[in-house]
């Protein structure tokens, strides 16, 4: 069974950074388009950053210049690279894999930016 397993949370100051896996098994992963989900606490989840299986990349406005997206095909596994990072930042973040209308999600990891 196809599962996606994200790691890489926690909590860090303000400025701070941190790196977010999301290990994937079980999908022929270099022919999904993934991507980088947050949902905060009374918010609507949200689309962080994607990259498609042909390596396009995209990113939500507010994270644009500090938050980096890859994907490691050889290893099954998308990074999220995050610096720079703001109180608004906080959240719970979801790893996402889609191939039309076939998606799976990770169960979530949360970071917290706090001082």
């Known amino acids: 069974q196809a599962q996606l397993v994200e790691s890489g949370g926690g909590l860090v100051q303000p400025g701070g950074s941190l790196r977010l896996s999301c290990a994937a098994s079980e999908i022929s992963f270099r022919y999904y388009d993934m991507g980088w989900y947050r949902q905060a606490p009374g918010k609507q989840r949200e689309l962080v950053a994607s990259i498609t299986e042909g390596g396009r990349i995209n990113y939500e406005d507010s994270v644009k210049g500090r938050f980096t997206i890859s994907r490691d095909n050889a290893r099954n596994t998308v990074y999220l690279q995050m610096t720079s990072l703001k109180s608004e930042d906080t959240a719970v973040y979801y790893c996402?894999?889609?191939?039309?209308?076939?998606?799976?999600w990770g169960q979530g990891t949360q970071v917290t930016v706090s001082s």
């Open positions: 996402n894999a889609r191939q039309g209308s076939t998606e799976y």
